[in-house]
């Protein structure tokens, strides 16, 4: 008998004479928590700016570096950025918009199956889209979409570009983000780089993720030609 059984047995012995509740098995929960900290109106269309302040305030102070750009200045700014950082090779998502990078000079690296974690470990960036950020938490998500790539994609290489398109994929809490998200796919929640501090506190980053994270903040242009935010 394996060890599972085992408890499993003790559970049922030790439950045998506790009488069976008539309820039915699917009782509706009730959610009637907050769904939001933010005032009233916060989400609504004519305060996307705020939400996407917001987000970037958050951002910052994960120590993630946030842009901002709007769609036309986005492959410039990802050429500049790959640029300043030296970058020789950039990992890319097969969904990658391929206009994204038109100006980048590095050389591109596919996301392949059969790339093994060494191989990935000496890729210099990787740029992604994601599947939704979340302002008051200022957590980006990824699921492994065609602009996203496979999870370890994102955990491997020590610098992580990740784009987000606002207001469109900007939303104010996590049960918000939730209800847009399948719980089905691979789910990775990014709140900053990594970091991980030891028992006396010095924080150590780069363990379990990317030392450097940039997040690009793509802004729909305003009615009048501006930048939304």
Same mark, same amino acid.
């Given at each position: 008998?394996?060890?599972?059984?085992?408890?499993?047995?003790?559970?049922?012995?030790?439950?045998?004479?506790?009488?069976?509740?008539?309820?039915?098995?699917?009782?509706?929960?009730?959610?009637?928590?907050?769904?939001?900290?933010?005032?009233?109106?916060?989400?609504?269309?004519?305060?996307?700016?705020?939400?996407?302040? %917001? !987000?970037?305030?958050? /951002?910052?102070?994960? *120590?993630?570096?946030?842009?901002?750009?709007?769609?036309? #200045? @986005? =492959? %410039? !700014?990802?050429?500049? /950025?790959?640029?300043? *950082?030296?970058?020789?090779?950039?990992?890319?998502?097969? #969904? @990658? =918009?391929?206009?994204?990078?038109?100006?980048?000079?590095?050389?591109?690296?596919?996301?392949?199956?059969?790339?093994?974690?060494?191989?990935?470990?000496?890729?210099?960036?990787?740029?992604?889209?994601?599947?939704?950020?979340?302002?008051?938490?200022?957590?980006?998500?990824?699921?492994?979409?065609?602009?996203?790539?496979?999870?370890?994609?994102?955990?491997?290489?020590?610098?992580?570009?990740?784009?987000?398109?606002?207001?469109?994929?900007?939303?104010?809490?996590?049960?918000?983000?939730?209800?847009?998200?399948?719980?089905?796919?691979?789910?990775?929640?990014?709140?900053?780089?990594?970091?991980?501090?030891?028992?006396?506190?010095?924080?150590?980053?780069?363990?379990?993720?990317?030392?450097?994270?940039?997040?690009?903040?793509?802004?729909?242009?305003?009615?009048?030609?501006?930048?939304?935010?």
């Amino acid at each position: 008998m394996s060890g599972r059984e085992t408890v499993l047995g003790r559970i049922r012995r030790a439950l045998r004479d506790v009488p069976r509740s008539e309820a039915p098995d699917d009782v509706p929960v009730p959610r009637e928590y907050a769904r939001t900290h933010l005032p009233s109106g916060t989400g609504t269309a004519g305060a996307a700016g705020a939400l996407t302040g %917001l !987000l970037a305030e958050n /951002l910052a102070d994960y *120590r993630a570096v946030v842009h901002r750009t709007g769609a036309d #200045g @986005l =492959p %410039l !700014l990802l050429c500049r /950025l790959l640029a300043a *950082r030296g970058s020789a090779t950039v990992l890319v998502p097969p #969904g @990658l =918009p391929p206009h994204w990078l038109k100006a980048a000079d590095p050389v591109r690296v596919h996301d392949r199956a059969a790339s093994t974690a060494r191989e990935l470990d000496s890729v210099d960036s990787v740029v992604t889209g994601c599947a939704v950020a979340i302002a008051e938490t200022g957590t980006i998500v990824l699921d492994g979409g065609p602009g996203q790539g496979r999870r370890r994609i994102t955990l491997i290489p020590d610098h992580h570009i990740c784009v987000v398109r606002a207001p469109e994929q900007v939303v104010a809490s996590v049960p918000e983000a939730l209800e847009r998200l399948d719980p089905a796919r691979p789910l990775t929640w990014i709140s900053g780089p990594s970091a991980t501090s030891d028992i006396e506190l010095d924080r150590v980053e780069g363990v379990h993720g990317p030392r450097t994270l940039e997040v690009v903040l793509v802004q729909e242009a305003a009615p009048g030609g501006g930048i939304a935010g």
